[in-house]
């Protein structure tokens, strides 16, 4: 069963397509662009979740990032 989002899919490619803008707009290479996702999610995780949860949120959000990889064998 997919998981059911609270966000629409046209709000979320609206801002997949800024966020993509930019990095075009600065030739960001595809290591940098990982660099800069990881360096937004970990500082999403300190500064917005709390610490007795930053470890559950984090394992859960590689474990999506790992489900959404294409040929992923889990």
Same mark, same amino acid.
């Given at each position: 069963?997919?998981?059911? %989002? ?9 801002? @997949?397509?800024?966020?993509?803008? /930019?990095?075009?707009?600065?030739? #960001?290479? %595809?290591? +940098? /662009? @990982? *660099?800069?996702?990881? $360096?937004? #999610?970990? $500082?999403?995780? $300190? ?8 470890t ?5 959000? #590689?474990?999506? +990032? *790992?489900? %959404? ?5 889990h």
């Amino acid at each position: 069963m997919p998981i059911q %989002s609270k966000y629409s899919d046209q709000k979320i490619e609206t801002i @997949l397509a800024e966020v993509a803008a /930019v990095f075009d707009k600065h030739n #960001a290479s %595809s290591d +940098l /662009v @990982l *660099m800069i996702a990881g $360096n937004i #999610a970990t $500082n999403v995780i $300190n500064q917005k979740i709390s610490k007795e949860q930053r470890t559950v949120i984090a394992e859960k959000f #590689a474990q999506a +990032l *790992m489900s %959404s990889i294409e040929g992923s064998v889990h």
